[in-house]
C-alpha cells in the first residue's frame, strides 16, 4: 500500500495559478493521477501520469492543468492557470483504478 500526502492548495482569485504536490511514501512506479472533490460530488479525475512522464488529461481539462513527476523524490505535481471558481475542490492523488485509501487532500478554493 502506498500512502500519498497533498499540498499547495489554498484561496485563489479567478484567473490565478496554484502548484500542487504530491507526495508518495515509497516509490511507485506506476501511473498516477490527481483527482479532485467538490462538495456533494463524487472523485474526478484531473490527469494522469505514467511512470516514463508521459501525461493524460480528460478533454474537459486541457489546456489549464499540467501534470508532471519527479521520481527521485517519489512527487507529483499539478499545475494549475487560470483557475475558474468551478475549480474549487479537495484534491487528491492516488493511482488509476484500484484506489488506496485517500489522503487528507488539499483544498483549493478560487473566489474572488
Known amino acids: 500500500q502506498v500512502q500519498f500526502v497533498e499540498s499547495g492548495g489554498g484561496l485563489v482569485q479567478p484567473g490565478g495559478s496554484l502548484r500542487l504536490s504530491c507526495v508518495a511514501s515509497?516509490?511507485?512506479?506506476?501511473?498516477i493521477a490527481w483527482y479532485r472533490q467538490a462538495p456533494g460530488k463524487q472523485h474526478e479525475l484531473v490527469a494522469r501520469?505514467?511512470?516514463?512522464?508521459?501525461?493524460t488529461y480528460p478533454d474537459s481539462m486541457k489546456g489549464r492543468f499540467a501534470i508532471s513527476r519527479d521520481n527521485a523524490k517519489n512527487t507529483v505535481y499539478l499545475q494549475m492557470n487560470s483557475l475558474k471558481p468551478e475549480d474549487t475542490a479537495v484534491y487528491y492523488c492516488?493511482?488509476?483504478?484500484?484506489?488506496?485509501?485517500w489522503g487528507q487532500g488539499t483544498q483549493v478554493t478560487v473566489s474572488s
Open positions: 501520469i505514467t511512470w516514463t512522464g508521459s501525461p
Open positions: 515509497k516509490i511507485f512506479p506506476s501511473i
Open positions: 492516488n493511482r488509476v483504478g484500484q484506489v488506496f485509501p
